[in-house]
Structure formats: structure tokens, C-alpha cells
């Protein structure tokens, strides 16, 4: 009693009375039974008798309150062999495509039990003694677990995880009271990889800022980054995953040209396998605007074209003939031509020339000649600021003046 208080052998059908227990909760258990009997159970309390139906006694052990008389029924049975449990243990990978080849280990105690099984297999182990049993299973890489169920219903194996376990740690598999003689024991784990993502912008000083993702979703704290920003390593389920980003407000997208490099190629989406880290580079490089081009001008082609078409040249203006002289005497301004220093005068006049006097009609002749000479010399005159000298014009109802052919003068 309480480990403290114990009595001899009882005889089948006897009894025993403890006295001078103290007062308070007291726990009765009895000895394990030899010489072919075995413990069927413990009952408390009872009233009269102690029955004999052994599904009255389901207990290993029973606590009592001693504060006056209390009466505990002790049920044993003769047999070659005390009552053994039974522990299973089964496993489980929670994925959407387990590797079934992938062992693992476990051990329980206090019974120094260890095993290696696989995917949704179930290892039995009979004939244990009466106690409590603790499984856990050897870490993997690549693989962690998820938690731990205990059964005692009498399946033989494992359900699927639904996310609630009774521990995360170990299992406890209690097969001390009368009626848990079977226990089963489910360790339920998931395959685990990681992924890391980088960011590299071209160039390096480009104030773009970029969220990075994985399956969509934010990769770590990896929000608004620029160039060597990174999601760091981070743990995912073993599978089928996707990388990108999103541009964060005051970055276009769209002014970036972008490539993505991962460990497992050149594509955004790949699998990871149990273990695998794979690492992912995200380049964004800056589009050049592009420049305003003009067009080349290229000439016209011309069939055949003519000389004048290829380097065309101005016509020659047709000679106008000059008026004829008016009779208005011109008065020339005076000049003092001793203070006026000559300038030679190169000057070609452009009209046509006259036809030279032959001598018949020299009257006509010489006062046209003399005329065109007058008009010239004005014209030049008039460029030059001079006065034009040496020539005299036709006076008011007079003539011009006529030299004889002897070069003699008359009026």
C-alpha cells in the first residue's frame, strides 16, 4: 500500500486487514502473482462479497480513501502464463507522393525494443509485461515529424493524419489497467526541403524594389528588396514549387527585363526533393530607352534621266534691248576733280552691241552710239558716285554734237 504498508500471502478466498493506516487517499496494488496464478484485477470499493465475474476488475491498481473502513477485492485466476500485452507500432509519411523505399527507425522502453519500417507499415510486438511504454522515432534527414497518436481500440493500422496528435514529442502507450492489453502506436512525419531566393538587379544601383515569392506567397521577409536582397533558407514540403515576384509601388515591372536561375535549371516551377535545398537568382535588368532614329533619305531614282534633269542649270536670260534716250538734258552734279583721287573702273556694259557706222545714215548712227554711250557712263556713275564727264547729250531741239571725218568740230 502506497508502497509502504504491505501483508503476507493471502489465501484464495481469505482475507487481510491493514490497520493503522493513515488517514487520506491510499493506492492498493498487489504483487505479481508466481507458481502459475496470474493477477486478473483489482476492484474498490465493493459492497458484501467480493465478486467473481473477471469484467468486474479492471484495475492493476486502486486508490482508496482511508478516513474509516475501506475494502479492496483482489481477482486472480491459475494459469501456466501471467496475462502479456501487445504494442504496435506503425508509420506514416504525410505526402501526396511518400517514397515508400524510405526507412526509419524507432525504439520503446523500458522494454529496449527498436525496429526499422517504412510507409504506412505496422510492426507488432507481443508478450510485453505489464507498464507503460514510450516510442519515438530516430530523427531523418530530410523528413520531420509531425506527432504522435496512441490507440487502444483494437486496429491494426494507422489512419490518415488529420492535423490533431496526442504529442509531438513521443508516444505513450499506457498498457497497465485490465482491459489495454493491445496498444497501437502511430508516428506520423512529412519530407521537408528548402528553397532560398535572390535578387540580382542590372545595374546594381537601380532603385527598383521587388517582393519575392514562393507558391505565391511572400518568400520569408523578403518585401520591397533591391539588388542582393534574399527570402534567406526556407523549410518546405517536399513537392512541386514555383518562384517569382511582385514589384513593389513606384517599380514597374515591365522596365525590367527578367530571368530566373534556380540550382535545378531555368525554370520558375520544379520539384524539391526530401533534403534538397535548392537556390533560386531573380535578374531584373533595366531596359535602355530606345534612341529616335531618323530616316535615311535616299534619292529618287529617274529613268533615264537627262543631263539637265542630273545638274540642271538656270537658263540664260534673254538680252533686253535698252530704251531708246529720251530727250531730257541730264544735269550732272559739279565734282572737284582735283580733290577726287581716280579709282580705275573695270566695266563691261551688258548691252548688245551696236552695229558699227558704215557711213550711210551716220546722222542716226552717231546719235544712237552717243546715246547708249551717255546711259552707260550715268549708269556707272551712279554706282560709283561720280559725275559722268566727256560725254554731252542732245541739247533741247539741238542736235548732238558730230565730229567731220577730218576730226574737225562743228556746231
Not at 279 to 290: D, F, L, Y
Not at 319 to 345: I, N, W, Y
Not at 376 to 393: E, F, Y
Amino acid at each position: 500500500m502506497n508502497g509502504a504498508t504491505s501483508w503476507g500471502p493471502i489465501a484464495v478466498g481469505g482475507a487481510a486487514t491493514v490497520t493503522g493506516v493513515l488517514t487520506g487517499a491510499a493506492t492498493v496494488e498487489e504483487d505479481a502473482a508466481g507458481n502459475g496464478w496470474r493477477r486478473l484485477g483489482l476492484l474498490a470499493p465493493f459492497g458484501g462479497s467480493c465478486p467473481t465475474d473477471p469484467a468486474a476488475y479492471d484495475q492493476d491498481a486502486v486508490t482508496v480513501v482511508a478516513d474509516a473502513a475501506a475494502e479492496v477485492c483482489v481477482l486472480n485466476d491459475q494459469s501456466a502464463q501471467q496475462v502479456r500485452r501487445t504494442l504496435l507500432v506503425g508509420h506514416v509519411i504525410v505526402s501526396a507522393n511518400p517514397d515508400a523505399t524510405a526507412a526509419f527507425g524507432g525504439s520503446a522502453n523500458p522494454s529496449g525494443l527498436s525496429w526499422t519500417f517504412n510507409h504506412n507499415q505496422v510492426l507488432s510486438f507481443p508478450g510485453l509485461e505489464t507498464n507503460v511504454y514510450t516510442v519515438a522515432e530516430a530523427a531523418k534527414a530530410g523528413y520531420v515529424i509531425l506527432g504522435y497518436r496512441v490507440f487502444y481500440d483494437g486496429r491494426a493500422s494507422c489512419p490518415a493524419a488529420n492535423g490533431a496528435f496526442d504529442s509531438t514529442a513521443y508516444g505513450v502507450a499506457d498498457l497497465t489497467p485490465k482491459r489495454q492489453t493491445v496498444a497501437l502506436v502511430c508516428v506520423y512525419n512529412q519530407p521537408v526541403g528548402a528553397i532560398t531566393v535572390n535578387k540580382v538587379l542590372v545595374p546594381n544601383t537601380d532603385d527598383g524594389r521587388f517582393t519575392l515569392l514562393v507558391d505565391g506567397v511572400t518568400a520569408g521577409m523578403a518585401v520591397g528588396v533591391g539588388d542582393g536582397g534574399s527570402s534567406g533558407k526556407m523549410i518546405v514540403i517536399a513537392g512541386r514549387h514555383t518562384v517569382g515576384e511582385a514589384a513593389r509601388p513606384g517599380t514597374d515591372l515591365g522596365q525590367y527585363t527578367s530571368a530566373i536561375w534556380c540550382s535545378t535549371g531555368t525554370s520558375a516551377t520544379f520539384d524539391v526533393a526530401p533534403g534538397q535545398e535548392v537556390v533560386c537568382t531573380i535578374t531584373n535588368t533595366r531596359k535602355v530607352s530606345p534612341l529616335a532614329v531618323l530616316p535615311a533619305l535616299v534619292p529618287t531614282a529617274v529613268a533615264n534621266p537627262s543631263p539637265s534633269a542630273v545638274n540642271p542649270v538656270a537658263a540664260a536670260p534673254t538680252a533686253t534691248a535698252l530704251p531708246a534716250a529720251t530727250e531730257r538734258p541730264v544735269q550732272p552734279a559739279p565734282v572737284a576733280l582735283g580733290d577726287a583721287t581716280p579709282v580705275p573702273v573695270k566695266w563691261t556694259p551688258s548691252v548688245a552691241p551696236l552695229p558699227p557706222n558704215t557711213g550711210s545714215g551716220r546722222e542716226a548712227n552717231g546719235d544712237g552710239f552717243e546715246a547708249s554711250r551717255a546711259l552707260a557712263c550715268l549708269i556707272a556713275a551712279a554706282g560709283l558716285g561720280l559725275a559722268c564727264l566727256g560725254h554731252r547729250m542732245r541739247r533741247a531741239g539741238g542736235s548732238v554734237p558730230k565730229t567731220r571725218s577730218g576730226g574737225r568740230r562743228t556746231e
